[in-house]
């Protein structure tokens, strides 16, 4: 692959050729049929966290920012990706796809092992530019890379006429992380990204990707999103980390019988967890026995609109993230508690992998004013740093637009 190129002016001209000031790629009358555009939205986790790799229950939204796609053919055997975010541009041979993640090859890892993973299973791949214009914040837990992920699987495979299962494309994607990226994740958000519905949460079983679309009715609620603008990674080693003291927990659990060969760590009841005798392995399964029963509430709670006791699991899911899982942090806790004594917040907590990124809250409509006001105060006081807020909704899963 030829050096990821910067490429400013180029991008800076295609997007005033394409559209307006809010880098629209919109069809331009003399190329109409020849580009075609697909968008994939970010999300958020409203409840489930670190246990879709345990065999959970998790309960995401897809939300409005996202990455907008355009796809071109090419009449050569390359392939030409871009990023307006990056304003760069990497070009490669379709037969020098790269076999592994590679430092050098940067954001353009995330297409290129679904490219790669669609070739090796003869999708007749040829010379195309695909052009990514995000308004995603990369790092910030709202899944950019699951994002980026699914959108190439989709356009690839709606564009060479293979079979767009949105499921499918979630667990090949999903593979690609763990296989080509070496991040060990759930199937959680290349899922969300790929399936959610307008005005629906996605209760989805992670063991049996059994599904259902729970309407999400805030009423004089709505829910926010508080970017801690403290950056984070998914830090491959403390994610991975996380998956292996789980896996850990349930290595100990079936050894004294308490787990059956084939069930998961979310299977184990409390009593067995509370007779582990490793303290750090007791608490990490503590928090995945007990989250899991939280989002079986949390369903129960939306169905019913009560939307008190959902808050409140919310924010009982921050504190096990916090205490038993440590995958928090000083901002992220900050945000959070903070958020949850503000007035008309019913519950707030830390979403995604951790480590910084984002938290959620569910706040009173009218109390929406003062509650960003007294938290970004609060926030940047304790922490030097300005978070950024928003009202969010529920949004469609990935798409031809
Ligand atoms: C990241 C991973 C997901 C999930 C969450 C935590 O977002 O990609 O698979 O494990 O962290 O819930």
């Known amino acids: 692959m030829n050096p990821i190129e910067d490429v400013s002016d180029f991008l800076d001209n295609l997007i005033r ?19 075609y555009q697909y968008f994939v ?19 995401p939204i897809a939300i409005a920012p996202g990455i907008r796609g355009l796809y071109k053919e090419r009449s050569d055997d390359y392939i030409g990706l871009y990023s307006t975010t990056h304003k760069a541009r990497a070009i490669i041979a379709i037969s020098d796809l790269p076999l592994h993640y590679g430092a050098d ?8 092992g679904v490219i790669r993973y669609l070739k090796d299973r003869r999708v007749p791949i040829k010379g195309f530019d695909l052009f990514f214009d995000s308004t995603l ?7 950019s890379s699951a994002a980026i992920e699914v959108l190439t699987a989709y356009i690839l495979l709606k564009e060479y006429g293979g079979q767009v299962d949105l499921p499918q494309i979630a667990v090949m994607c999903q593979r690609v992380e763990n296989e080509f990226i070496g991040v060990k994740c759930g199937i959680m958000d290349q899922f969300a990204v790929a399936n959610c519905k307008k ?78 005798g490793d303290e750090l392995i007791r608490r990490r399964a503590r928090h995945v026995v007990s989250e ?37 942090g000083l901002e992220m806790d900050m945000l959070a508690e903070t958020a949850q004594n503000i007035d008309g917040c019913l519950g707030a907590r830390m979403t995604g992998g951790g480590f910084g990124g984002c938290a ?42």
């Open 17 to 35: 050729f394409f559209g307006d000031g809010d880098i629209d790629f919109g069809f331009s009358p003399n190329d109409a049929g020849s580009y």
């Open 199 to 276: 005005d629906h949460a996605l209760l989805l079983n992670c063991n049996t990707f059994e599904h259902e679309h729970i309407p999400f009715e805030l009423d004089d609620y709505a829910l926010l999103v508080i970017n801690s603008k403290k950056p984070r990674s998914l830090i491959k080693s403390a994610y991975n980390d996380r998956k292996a003291e789980s896996d850990e927990a349930v290595k100990q659990l079936r050894s004294k019988g308490a787990l059956r060969e084939g069930q998961y760590l979310v299977d184990a009841s409390m009593e067995a967890v509370a007779d582990i």
């Open 360 to 401: 959620i809250a569910l706040v009173r409509k009218n109390a929406i004013q003062p509650f960003t006001d007294i938290l970004s105060r609060r926030y940047e006081k304790a922490t030097g740093l300005l978070c950024e807020i928003y009202v969010t909704q529920a949004c469609d899963g990935v798409r031809e637009i």
């Open 105 to 112: 090859n940067d954001w353009c890892n995330y297409p290129l």
């Open 41 to 59: 939205p970010g999300r958020v986790n409203l409840i489930g966290e670190h246990i879709d790799y345990n065999g959970g229950l998790v309960m």
């Open 292 to 328: 899991n029963l939280r989002v079986k509430h949390a369903a129960n709670a939306l169905r019913m609109g009560d939307l008190h006791t959902f808050g409140r699991l919310m924010t009982a899911s921050h504190t096990s993230m916090k205490d038993d899982y440590e995958v928090t």
């Open 137 to 143: 914040p990369e790092g910030s837990g709202l899944s």
